[in-house]
């Protein structure tokens, strides 16, 4: 039947009426109602829709009857488009996008990385440059602006070095309000690479100078970028005449210095700082070298306020060629001219040798009588596992042995003291003489010389146990005999060589043979041997010396410390393990006999590392001594490891000698820098500095 014109014109209108306000867009029925207004897309086009409406409803064939009480046909369903089709299909695509764009940035930072690291292995290697393990561009920059003849500090400023170049001049006339940046070729800059010593890293700290990976380092950009900064500098200080001035340069750093530590430590206590002097300044026929000399050092050190001079008197100078009779005269010369500059003098009493040469060329070893004893009994001196003898100090296994011509090694070291006692006596009454320091070991300080570098050790070897010579084997049977077992006579044979590491030796391993029960028993007595020591020397110093102020230096054996054994710590005499306090029973005996205990600091580029093979952890043992130290009653001195030339060491060396937090109000008795002090004085930078540290000690 042929359906009617009108009847068709009403359908039509019927469905696009329908479709304009029923039709949903399908984009939306995908989203929930909470998501925001920008991601449901956008709003349906009532006119789109009414023409596609029609179109559907023209394309029935013309034939078609058409039922005017029939429902609309559904609408066509619509692929969603944009933001609407990302949100409708699944969040993940996004998502690993961004995933993808941070392993991205991971891979271009490790490629960076490793560019960065090449770098400077090839100017450790190749050219000599000391840098830190950790350094960044900053290092480098200032490594080779220091090789080029420029002093940098660890906040940026840099400036040309007075002794490696001129002063800069003022431009001329016609360039008035400009500088002309040039390449500057230094004739230091080759020495320089071969010379380049104790520098300063540059870590973290604010820097003026503001460098990129791609900065060009050739000397025209280092001169481009410190006259630059020269100009800064007038500008904040409006002188523009003496822009170009070292000495203006030299006060601006003495400026900042004294303005950063001034002010942090004024009124706190005093603190007297002592210098030591050179070894080669006595020779080895107990002779003054150079007496003009030694007066132009102390005019320095006088100059900086220094109170007082730190100077070793050996045992194989002043008694070198007959038992008990002591040569005193190049000592008597050096202290009167101590005397006329008004300072204290630290004595040192080493009863060790040292392989180190002075200004005076002086090898210095024990005495030649000792020598003449050792070649018929070798067993006098330390012995490691293999039979190797250590020469650089005797055994304290003969303490109570009349071995050296009639005389016990106690015997020994009491005569010398006593004889130096007698010499000097007024000048200890005077006032002249401060303190007195005893050498209880190898580099004078309280331990076993587990760590020669003359056998072949290198940092940071653990070191061997030295305890095979016949004298000490013999003490260690009898503490076996004791306890009942006497199979544990015996030094321990799984404990590595000189350069092992820890992991690798079964004695010093987590879980290792030193927690074992004979391991607890062997390093017992071990360190009771040193405790013993300790005990049977400073009673007789106690007496040779009727009240004077003694002290004793312990080492820092920093390395392996944040493992479970300890193991460097182990063999040189200190039992401290994880689980035990190897400290305290030596600093019980230090307080029984009222010394100072003399710890050591060391510089920033000791401090934790995160990929620090040895696992050293300096500040973390030198705490664990001076709080060990501190509940045992014992005044401490502080003494530094390394040339005072890095302004990173003076700020770590005043919060340990005065901690700022400490409710105790704790600080140190003295501090003590053991450097040549000519290299102390080189520059006005370093006088300059030197001068404001002083007076941070004084407060």
């Known amino acids: 039947m042929a359906s009617h014109p009108q009847l068709r014109l009403v359908g039509c209108a019927t469905s696009a009426f329908v479709a304009l306000f029923f039709y949903t867009p399908v984009s939306a029925s995908f989203l929930p109602a909470s998501a925001p207004a920008s991601c449901r897309g956008a709003p349906p086009n009532p006119r ?46 996004a998502l690993r996008s961004g995933e993808r764009e941070k392993e991205r940035t991971k891979l271009r930072e490790r490629h960076r990385r490793s560019i960065t690291s090449r770098m400077l292995a090839g100017l450790r290697q190749h050219g000599n440059f000391p840098l830190p393990a950790r350094a960044d561009m900053n290092d480098v920059l200032a490594a080779l602006a220091r090789a080029a003849g420029w002093t940098v500090h660890p906040d940026g400023t840099t400036f040309r070095s007075s002794s490696l170049s001129q002063p800069l001049l003022p431009p001329p006339a016609q360039f008035q309000g400009a500088f002309q940046a040039t390449s500057v070729e230094t004739p230091a800059f080759t020495n320089h690479l071969n010379s380049y010593a104790i520098r300063t890293p540059l870590d973290s700290q604010a820097s003026g100078l503001q460098t990129d990976d791609s900065l060009s380092l050739s000397p025209s950009s280092l001169d481009s970028v410190v006259v630059a900064e020269q100009s800064i500098k007038n500008e904040n200080y409006g002188n523009s005449s003496s822009a170009n001035s070292l000495s203006c340069m030299d006060s601006d750093q003495l400026m900042r210095a004294s303005a950063v530590w001034a002010g942090d430590y004024t009124r706190t206590p005093y603190i007297p700082v002592y210098a030591s002097l050179s070894m080669g300044i006595i020779n080895s026929y107990c002779q003054l ?15 900086l306020n220094v109170d007082g001079v730190v100077v070793d008197c050996w ?25 006329e500059f008004k300072l204290k003098v630290q004595v040192v009493l080493s009863f060790h040798g040292s392989e180190k040469c002075g200004s005076g060329d002086v090898l210095i070893s024990l005495p030649r009588w000792v020598m003449e004893i050792a070649q018929e009994n070798q067993d006098i001196f330390f012995t490691d ?42 000048l200890s009454e005077e006032g002249l003489i401060s303190a007195i320091e005893i050498g209880l070991g190898a580099s004078g300080e309280l331990r076993y010389p587990s760590c020669p570098e003359k056998m072949g050790w290198r940092y940071p070897g653990i070191g061997e ?34 350069n092992s590491r820890s992991h690798e030796t079964g004695f010093f391993c987590d879980g290792g043979d030193y927690d074992s029960y004979y391991g607890r028993f062997f390093l017992n007595w071990y360190s009771g041997i040193l405790v013993d020591h300790v005990d049977q020397v400073l009673s007789l110093a106690t007496l040779a010396f009727d009240g004077a102020v003694i002290m004793v230096k312990i080492p820092s054996m920093y390395w392996w410390y944040r493992t479970a054994s300890h193991a460097a710590e182990l063999t040189a005499g200190y039992y401290n393990p994880t689980n035990r306090d190897g400290y305290s029973p030596v600093f019980k005996m230090l307080k029984k006999h009222s010394v100072i205990l003399k710890v050591v600091c060391y510089g920033p580029e000791y401090t934790v590392q995160e990929n620090d093979e040895a696992f050293a952890d300096p500040e973390g043992l030198t705490w664990q001594v001076m709080n060990a130290a501190w509940d045992q009653g014992l005044s401490i001195s502080v003494e530094s490891a390394l040339p005072c030339l890095a302004n990173e060491m003076y700020p770590l060396i005043l919060d340990t000698a005065k901690p700022r937090n400490d409710p105790d109000r704790h600080h140190v008795s003295f501090f003590a820098y053991r450097q040549q002090t000519p290299f102390l004085l080189q520059g006005n930078v370093c006088f300059s500095e030197l001068e404001t540290f002083v007076k941070c000690m004084h407060g």
């Open 48 to 93: 789109s829709q009414i023409g596609a409406g029609w179109r559907a409803m023209t394309t029935k064939h013309p034939h078609q009857d058409a039922d005017p009480a029939a429902s609309p046909p559904p609408p066509p369903s619509r692929r969603p488009r944009g933001l609407a089709s990302a949100a409708a299909s699944s969040p993940a695509p």
């Open 289 to 303: 070298v150079d007496p003009e000399a030694v007066r132009a050092e102390l005019r320095h050190l006088k100059s």
């Open 315 to 339: 045992w194989g100078i002043v008694e070198a060629w007959t038992p008990q009779k002591y040569e005193w005269s190049g000592y008597r010369d050096l202290f009167g001219i101590i005397k």
């Open 385 to 426: 596992r293999v039979g190797r003898r250590n020469t650089e100090c005797l055994s304290w296994g003969i303490d109570k042995e009349r071995v050296l011509r009639g005389r016990t090694g106690i015997e020994v070291y009491f005569d010398f003291m006593r004889s130096f006692h007698m010499e000097f006596r007024s």
């Open 465 to 498: 146990f030295q305890c095979y010579d016949r004298y000490m084997q013999k003490n260690l049977r009898q503490a076996a005999l004791t306890r009942g077992h006497l199979f544990w006579a015996r030094g321990p044979d799984n404990a590595g060589y000189y």
